[in-house]
């Protein structure tokens, strides 16, 4: 049996730019493009090629950072962050890029994803004398690139990365480098374009399309690509393993205008929506999905179905999306500010709602109660992924199993609990055929451990340190 990892997970989004007089600013609206990942807090390292210089703080891009803020940093590198955490972890000292100094450089970090030895490394370094400034995994990496000793900096990250275990797309930068690597199994999407002669990287390509930058590639599983003032080079920390990106970057998170691997995400959740139809068919008279990132899923079930797809359901724009709040009670008022359905269109109707995933249970559960009350004779509910059994240990907050309610319920039990008159989800080889549509790389797919239990990874692994006590 897994332990219970509450407080450990986070989502996040990650953006630099490298060679561009203007990396600020561009970093600021790339952060912007990827604030769906984070709400909670976000930050900026700026290098002039002399100094780094850092801003951040708590809440959106637009709380934390102002004209005057973005001046301040003015210089030709940047790299960002926006954070997602869990109650309890949402402390200044955590909110990213971590930015160290030391007598002979400095050093900033940004992450996205959770290491899973995390906790063991931690252990170790604090036995050998470190001092830990913050409870964030990433710090652990930045004690192990500077405990490498006297190698070249990018020897040393990558011996750092090759003791990290889980899921982690990163980029590291000091005075006149910046470097960007993939975990081996590039389980976080991250990808790689350009801008003129600058070179610009992204959790998202939403984010280039926002910058007016050129997608060039994606960061490759094992891959750490160096850039500098003489251009850009690719190595490799590890041996290529099979990729087993996040399947629900394609189900929930990334933006519906972003490709992943040069899948685009609003396509398969169309796809996703498609084969759920073709699984679980029901006698109704319209589909409408949750706003707004079921929408595309819901398009495609009502495409298949040959039923109208009718806005049954709209989002009050404004109110953060409902995990952002950590109380159940202010996530339950959250869910009520947000939306609301359309009496006009439901009444009288039996209605079909698409939704992307059900992880605790309680956005459906209110929606179709909001349906009924406007009105709807029946809902049908219909979720555009498998029902979410496990934790994730890579970074998604799909919270402990205890939470999960297709952990500890059938999902008859689930259809009666949220009072649905049906319930279906999308069997894990809908969802596989719908991202990779029969690939040959589908044989072993993305991590889908969440529905499945089978994690790509090990857990909990305990990865000694290779250096002497000091
Ligand atoms: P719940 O009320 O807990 O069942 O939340 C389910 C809703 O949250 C779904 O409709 C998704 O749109 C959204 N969701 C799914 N996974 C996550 C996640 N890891 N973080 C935030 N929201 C999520
Ligand atoms: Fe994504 Fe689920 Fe795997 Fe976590 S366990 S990386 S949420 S597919």
């Known amino acids: 049996m897994l332990g219970e990892i509450k407080g450990l997970n986070e989502e996040c989004g990650i953006f630099g730019v490298w060679g561009h007089p203007e990396s600020t600013q561009l970093t600021y609206y790339g952060l912007h493009a990827l604030q769906h990942r984070g709400q909670e807090g976000a930050g900026i390292v700026t290098s002039d090629g002399d100094h780094m210089k850092i801003a951040k703080g708590h809440g959106l891009i637009n709380d934390v ?5 973005l001046k301040e940093l003015e210089g030709h590198a940047s790299i960002g962050h926006v954070r997602y955490a869990t109650a309890g972890d949402g402390s200044y000292e955590n909110i990213q890029p971590l930015m160290f100094r030391s007598q002979t450089s400095g050093l900033a970090l940004a992450h996205n994803g959770n290491l899973v030895n995390a906790q063991a490394l931690k252990g170790q370094l604090e036995a050998q004398g470190s001092i830990l400034q913050t409870t ?11 405990r490498a000793g006297n190698v070249p900096i990018d020897e040393a990250i990558c011996q750092a990365l090759s003791m990290i275990k889980g899921a982690y797309a990163f980029l590291i930068m000091t005075e006149d480098q910046l470097f960007v690597a993939n975990d ?7 990808s790689i374009g350009y801008l003129g002669d600058s070179w610009v990287v ?3 390509t939403c984010a280039f399309d926002i910058v007016g930058a050129t997608y060039e590639r994606e960061v490759k599983p094992g891959e750490l690509i160096v850039i500098d003032k003489n251009g850009l080079e690719s190595k490799r920390f ?4 099979q990729r087993t990106l996040c399947s629900m970057e394609h189900v929930y998170f990334s933006r519906p205008d972003s490709n992943l691997d040069g899948k685009n995400v609003h396509a398969s959740r169309k796809r996703m929506g498609k084969a759920l139809a073709g699984e679980a068919p029901i006698e109704a008279d319209v589909v409408t999905g949750v706003p707004d990132s079921s929408i595309s899923a819901a398009i495609g079930y009502a495409e298949a179905a040959g039923l109208p797809y009718e806005l049954g359901l709209i989002k009050n724009r404004y109110v953060g999306r409902t995990f952002i709040q950590p109380s159940q009670e202010l996530r339950e008022q959250g869910v009520k500010m947000k939306l609301s359905a359309v009496r006009g269109i439901v009444e009288g109707k039996r209605v079909v709602m698409v939704d992307d995933s059900i992880v605790r249970g309680t956005t459906c559960r209110r929606i179709v109660k909001m349906l009924k009350e406007a009105g709807a004779l029946e809902v049908h509910v219909r979720i555009a992924s ?3 059994e496990n934790p994730c240990y890579y970074g998604i907050d799909t919270s402990t199993s205890g939470e999960l309610i297709a952990a500890n319920h059938s999902v008859k039990d689930i259809e009666t609990e949220i009072g649905a008159d049906s319930l279906a989800y999308l069997s894990v080889d809908g969802l596989n055929e719908a991202i990779y549509q029969g690939e040959e790389s589908m044989e072993h797919g993305g991590c889908t451990a969440c529905f499945t239990g089978n994690y790509p990874t090990e857990i909990y692994p305990n990865t000694v340190l290779p250096y002497e006590k000091a």
């Open 238 to 241: 590890a041996a290529p393993i």
């Open 386 to 388: 498998p029902p979410i």
């Open 136 to 146: 964030s995994d990433t710090e652990v990496v930045a004690h192990l690139i500077k």
């Open 184 to 190: 081996p199994r590039g389980l976080r999407p991250l």
């Open 202 to 204: 992204s959790s998202e």
């Open 65 to 69: 950072f102002s004209q005057d803020s």
